[in-house]
């Protein structure tokens, strides 16, 4: 009887999942993600760094994203969600964002505004022009480069991960892109950002608005 029984639940399960088909949609929360990385970029570039960032208030004015599962049943759907809100406060991103802080006042800001750094268009720092620099400058540019580029990799990690994000290649490169237009519109006039069209690549002064 027993057998009868355990036979009916699995034949049962088989008939189900026959029946079903489960389809995992998650949904990027790009406009989430940039409206975050404007508010990080902001408070790098005007000293700001992350005090009050940790505050339980900013949370709720960054909209929410949303994790959907759609189920089928014989060509009918239904959909079930979960709302998170987007979480840009974990003890790493408050450290990445006074480091970064700390170091563009000091190191970046300066070489920014006189055309040998620029905004690479991966979101990352650039050389744009280190002509006339001597060996020792040209290593301690280097090493400016790299903390920072280190720094916004892990920055960029780290936002996936606190949102429950693959930290896949393709994710990387979204968020990547959403910082490097969020950089765009915090740079100072004269700054340079670099824009790339097929293979090739211009470096773009940021001008007044007319």
Partial sequence: MKYFAKLSVFLLIVFTVSCVSLTLNIYFPATEIKEAAEEIEQR?????????????????????????????????????????NIDIKTPLILKIVKS?????????????????????????????????????ASVALKKIIDAE?????????????ANKLEVSKENMEKVQQLFFEAIQKKLKVGQYYEVIKGKKSTWIQKQKKK
């Fill in 44 to 84: 790098i570039r005007t000293g700001q760094g992350a005090e009050g960032l940790d505050s339980t208030s900013f949370g709720t004015d960054i909209a929410p994203h949303k994790f959907y599962v759609s189920i089928s049943f014989d060509g009918r759907e239904a959909y079930a969600a979960e709302k998170l």
């Fill in 100 to 136: 970064r802080t700390d170091r563009y006042k000091k190191d970046i800001a300066p070489l920014m505004d006189n055309g040998v750094l620029g905004e690479g268009a991966t979101g990352f720092l650039a050389v744009r022009d280190n002509k006339g620099l001597d060996l020792k």
């Fill in 149 to 161: 580029n280190k720094d916004r990799k892990s920055l960029y990690e780290e936002i996936l991960r």
